[in-house]
Nanobody
Framework: QVQLLESGGGLVQAGGSLRLSCAAS????????TGWFRQAPGSEREFVVA???????????HYADSVKGRFTMFRDNGKNTVYLQMNSLQPEDTAVYYC???????????????WGQGTQVTVSS
């Protein structure tokens, strides 16, 4: 059974930083496309960033325009954990953040098979 467990959310002031973690059991992150999504109150869930499987010739990561240059996603294959480093946080980044994993095609399609329970990030002004 696949389980994804996020951690690291919390309350931070605008301009601050947080690092989210997502640990997997029953699935090897490096063999799958992995992404972070977020959902603010009253809004649809939105894409944040995705990283391609390690098998891809190019090590591909792509970011939503709203977070490009501020957020960085990286993967620790030894720990089977992915991270989302979030810098220069703004109140509009407030949301529940979800980790997701799926087949390689999910990197382009956004259709992920497995989801974590989410972790709350709140940015105060």
């Amino acid at each position: 059974q696949v389980q994804l467990l996020e951690s690291g959310g919390g309350l931070v002031q605008a301009g601050g930083s947080l690092r989210l973690s997502c640990a997997a059991s029953g699935l090897i992150f490096s063999s799958h496309a992995t992404g972070w999504f977020r959902q603010a109150p009253g809004s649809e869930r939105e894409f944040v960033v995705a990283i391609a499987p390690i098998s891809w010739i190019r090590s591909a990561t792509h970011y939503a325009d709203s977070v490009k240059g501020r957020f960085t996603m990286f993967r620790d294959n030894g720990k089977n954990t992915v991270y989302l480093q979030m810098n220069s946080l703004q109140p509009e980044d407030t949301a529940v953040y979800y980790c997701a994993a799926g087949g390689a095609e999910a990197y382009d399609s956004g259709n992920y098979d497995y989801w974590g329970q989410g972790t709350q990030v709140t940015v105060s002004s």
